[in-house]
């Protein structure tokens, strides 16, 4: 199994930066790719981003341009910066893990709440 630990939410003003962690533990060798999603209050969850092992990154075109997923100093670590942020950010953000291992398909963090307000 593997275990996703979110850090890094909190309250921020429109137009600024913050930025939000997700650590993995457990069987963490066969990980491919590590992302987010978010869930608005009252509205579905929603993909965010991804890495995958080698780099490669994708992003909603909500956040394109605003957001950086990277990897962060210890394998089993992503970082989302998120950057200019808007009311439309505030959000649940899920940390999810995709592993090889067919036993452990994908995983999810407990979340972490941003909240974008003057």
């Known amino acids: 199994q593997v275990q996703l630990v979110e850090s890094g939410g909190g309250r921020v003003q429109p137009g600024g930066s913050l930025a939000i962690s997700c650590t993995a533990s457990?069987?963490?060798?066969?990980?491919?790719?590590m992302g987010w999603y978010r869930q608005p209050p009252g509205k579905q969850r929603d993909w965010v981003a991804f890495?995958?092992?080698?780099?490669?990154?994708d992003y909603a075109d909500s956040v394109k341009g605003r957001f950086t997923i990277s990897r962060g100093n210890a394998k089993n670590t992503v970082v989302l910066r998120m950057d200019s942020l808007q009311s439309a950010d505030t959000a649940v953000y899920y940390c999810y893990a995709d592993s090889l291992d067919s036993n452990v398909g994908e995983s999810w963090g407990h979340g972490t709440q941003v909240t974008v307000s003057s």
């Open positions: 457990g069987n963490i060798d066969d990980i491919y790719a």
């Open positions: 890495i995958d092992l080698v780099g490669n990154t």
